[in-house]
């Protein structure tokens, strides 16, 4: 079985609806990340959460909202979805300290919006 | 966080070296290079990390400039499974927090 997975894996959803994309993780990790990808263009930070009860904003968290419902899961909303927020959605994960600073990233989420 | 540099494409013959350049000159002391590379859509994959010392694993070797300039990512043979586009990224570990920039990458391309 994966360690980082991704549901639903491709959404299509119309303007002004709420989505919920959810990942879920088996690596013991405390940190959780939520990434976006555009086509032709690198990732951009959404969301990320050191714990439970830590969760910070990234460069690009207007529109979005996070819930850290435990430590293995961290899922990702649009209240009001929008045609500009179609995009790949990656999750991922990371262990603390000295030299664990690899992040582990789940399959993705291929969202579009009508 | 430093910005690096990479070259948008690369072509390689399966089975030969594919060294990957990557430019971070304002790279400061506690920032260390990290590649990662994603294969068309799917997840990206960590393959190393470096501070200032050449370092190699199962997947490949990174060779870091004495100033920590540049680097350079070598995969000693590659495979027709190493398509895929290759990210360079800096971070610095200052505030414990791992934040990983993804530019445009360096697309490579391995053919037979």
């Known amino acids: 079985d994966a360690d980082v997975t991704q549901t639903p894996r491709n959404r299509i959803t119309k303007t002004g609806k709420r989505i919920m994309l959810e990942c879920s993780q088996t690596k013991g990790h405390d940190r959780m990340y939520w990434y976006r990808q555009d086509p032709g263009l690198g990732l951009r930070l959404i969301y990320y959460?050191?714990?439970?009860?830590?969760?910070n904003k990234g460069e690009i968290s207007d529109g979005y909202s996070v819930s850290r419902q435990a430590q293995a899961k961290f899922s990702l909303s649009l209240e009001s979805a929008i045609p500009n927020q179609t995009a790949l959605y990656f999750c991922a994960t990371s262990g603390p300290g000295q030299g664990s600073n690899e992040q582990f990233f789940g399959p993705g989420t291929r969202l579009t919006v009508l | 966080d430093a910005k690096t540099t990479q070259p948008p494409s690369m072509d390689c013959a399966e089975g030969r070296a594919a060294n990957l350049p990557c430019n971070h000159s304002?790279?400061?002391?506690?920032?260390?290079v990290y590649w990662y590379r994603q294969i068309h859509s799917q997840g990206p994959q960590y393959i190393i990390h470096?501070?200032?010392n050449n370092e190699t694993n199962e997947m490949a070797s990174l060779i870091i400039t004495e100033d920590r300039k540049s680097s350079t990512l070598i995969l000693p043979h590659a495979t027709l499974r190493d398509t895929a586009v290759y990210y360079c990224i800096v971070s610095s570990r200052s505030t414990g927090f791992q934040k990983l920039v993804f530019g445009t990458g360096t697309r490579l391309l391995v053919s037979p």
């Open positions: 470096g501070l200032k």
């Open positions: 959460s050191f714990d439970v009860k830590d969760i």
């Open positions: 304002t790279i400061s002391g506690n920032e260390y």
